[in-house]
């Protein structure tokens, strides 16, 4: 049995044998003759680029005349249309500003209330310090003016200027800040 297994061992072999060797150099040079003809055979035509055009710059000669875009031109017609308007709700520019005009709202928060000689006041935190505010006060950096004060919130009207230049009036408020000592 030792024999026959090796007499098909060497059967398998030489079987494989004769395969590879029909696998041989021939069908390598069928295929390079062909490849050869085919370089021959074959003509090549690539089209030549154009030439680059040559760039001739602009030349802006307005380098003298005023921007239409600046936002200065935007900002002087505004205010020049401003002035001729004659609007009741302009703030008087002149006037001395009070203490907290020189600070905007969300720098202020209500911490309370008091009543002196029958006035309501609100009291108002900036920064450390605690200020008293009585309608009719100037306060906020938008010419805001106190016109009531609650237990519970100070009204302000202020006035700014909208996107065309005209000056409008906004409401807003001031709401009392409850301490976190009373929410224990």
Request: aromatic share 6%; proline share 4%; hydrophobic share 40%.
């Amino acid at each position: 049995m030792n024999r026959q297994i090796k007499r098909q061992i060497k059967c398998l072999m030489a079987a494989a044998a004769l395969l590879l060797a029909g696998c041989g150099a021939s069908d390598v040079r069928e295929v390079q003759t062909w490849m050869d003809q085919v370089k021959k055979d074959t003509k090549v035509s690539v089209k030549p680029i154009a030439e680059p055009k040559t760039f001739i710059p602009f030349a802006y000669m307005a380098r003298e005349s005023l921007d239409p875009f600046t936002p200065n031109k935007l900002l002087a017609e505004l205010a020049r249309a401003a002035e001729n308007s004659g609007d009741r709700l302009k703030p008087d520019m002149g006037r001395r500003k009070e203490f907290l005009e020189n600070y905007p709202l969300d720098t202020l928060s209500m911490v309370g209330t008091m009543e002196k000689g029958g006035v309501s006041y609100a009291l108002l935190q900036l920064e450390r310090q605690v200020h008293q505010v009585r309608t009719g006060q100037r306060i906020g950096q938008n010419f805001g003016t106190v016109v009531a004060v609650s237990d519970t919130a100070v009204s302000i009207k202020e006035v700014v200027q909208d996107a065309g230049g005209e000056w409008v009036e906004r409401l807003t408020k001031l709401e009392l800040q409850e301490s976190k000592e009373s929410k224990k």
